[in-house]
């Protein structure tokens, strides 16, 4: 069984400034970790994903996560925001082959204060 | 040049009605899936196929019923419409990598 776990369902964050999106899982088979950025009437698009290697994954727009399997998270970050990265971010865990019903934690919201 | 394309992007319709989803990816994907999105955003996956093989299916009522005509289509019909029914229905594709999703259906079932 898998589950994730998305702390904060709001974030609001002054431009310029850095984030974190903290999401903790849990997974009885080998994990694959994935953030997804949902903009306003859109469908999901990847930022990052965690299949194995390094525990450091860049994705796009400048964000990056960490995996930290002692502390089963994989929180999201950025160093300096923009108003364009004003969406609902979707942290998700797959199984088997990474994929096959991924589960999703229930979104984050960041807001970026001009 | 849309990857995952759903129709239509908004359904509204009565209680007790059928209606159908369509979804079609491009990108030569052998698996497709839908996913519901609640109020609360809430996302849980419904069905998955496989090369038009279902392989995933979730505790989702009979009133659900996924087709694939090839592996380039994965269409939802749905019977007997609830209220309950309201959501924004996702279409997405993988290839053993990341999931491409749709723009989204939402559904208003009044």
């Known amino acids: 069984a898998q589950s994730v776990t998305q702390l904060d369902s709001q974030v609001p964050v002054f431009e310029e400034a850095p984030v974190e999106l903290r999401c903790n899982y849990s997974s009885s088979v080998s994990v694959y970790l994935f953030w997804y950025v949902q903009y306003p009437n859109q469908g999901l698009q990847l930022l990052l994903k965690y299949l194995s290697g390094s525990t450091l994954v860049k994705g796009i727009n400048g964000f990056e996560a960490e995996f930290n399997k002692s502390q089963t998270s994989f929180h999201l970050r950025k160093p300096s925001v923009h108003i364009s990265d004003t969406a609902e971010y979707f942290c998700a865990v797959g199984g088997n082959f990474g994929n096959e019903k991924l589960t999703f934690g229930t979104g984050t919201r960041l807001t970026i204060i001009p | 040049d849309t990857a995952v394309s759903q129709t239509p992007k908004y359904l509204v319709t009565q209680m007790g009605n059928d209606k159908s989803i369509k979804c079609e990816q491009n990108?030569?994907?052998?698996?497709m899936y839908w996913y519901k999105q609640d109020s609360k955003k809430f996302l849980k996956i419904m069905f998955s196929y496989n090369n038009k093989e279902l392989i995933i299916n979730e505790t989702v009522p009979n009133r659900f019923s996924p087709k694939s005509p090839d592996k380039a289509h994965l269409n939802l019909h749905i019977n007997s419409l609830e209220l309950g029914d309201s959501a924004v229905y996702f279409c997405?594709?993988?290839?053993?990598?990341?999931?491409?999703f749709g723009n989204g259906t939402r559904l208003t079932v009044t």
């Open positions: 997405a594709s993988s290839q053993g990598g990341p999931l491409h």
């Open positions: 990108l030569g994907h052998d698996t």
